[in-house]
Nanobody, 126 residues
Framework: VQLQASGGGLVQAGGSLRLSCVAS??????YAWFRQAPGKEREFVAS????????HYADSVKGRSTISRDHAKNTVYLQMLSLKPEDTAVYYC??????????????????????WGQGTLVTVSS
């Protein structure tokens, strides 16, 4: 089972991007996006459960980002608006086989996810 992330690129501050994460099978319950900026640790960005009804966001992106999923396409999206230079990072999608709701603090842990995509680079210029 593989996760393929795409959609990164170079964008000016204030711009927008939509990241996509395509799974080779529709077998994952919970998806998340994490990011890692140069010289920094990987951090949680957003997560979504199987039904799409439970989502969690990092404070740094809340109000500017929307995570969603399309079961028919085995794809999870991260729409990011009003991008800032500090959003510059490699963005990774992750998934696990948990089909129920996950508490916010658990969903933010990288160790909660068993499968990881290869990452897509987002660069925001000032």
């Amino acid at each position: 089972v593989q996760l393929q992330a795409s959609g990164g690129g170079l964008v000016q501050a204030g711009g927008s991007l939509r990241l996509s994460c395509v799974a080779s099978e529709d077998t994952f319950g919970t998806y998340a996006w994490f990011r890692q900026a140069p010289g920094k640790e990987r951090e949680f960005v957003a997560s979504i459960n199987w039904t799409g009804q439970t989502v969690h966001y990092a404070d740094s992106v809340k109000g500017r980002s929307t995570i969603s999923r399309d079961h028919a396409k085995n794809t999870v999206y991260l729409q990011m608006l009003s991008l800032k230079p500090e959003d510059t990072a490699v963005y990774y999608c992750a998934a696990n086989s948990v089909f129920g709701d996950s508490a916010s603090d658990i969903s933010r842990r990288a160790t909660w996810y068993d499968y990881w995509g290869q990452g897509t680079l987002v660069t925001v210029s000032s």
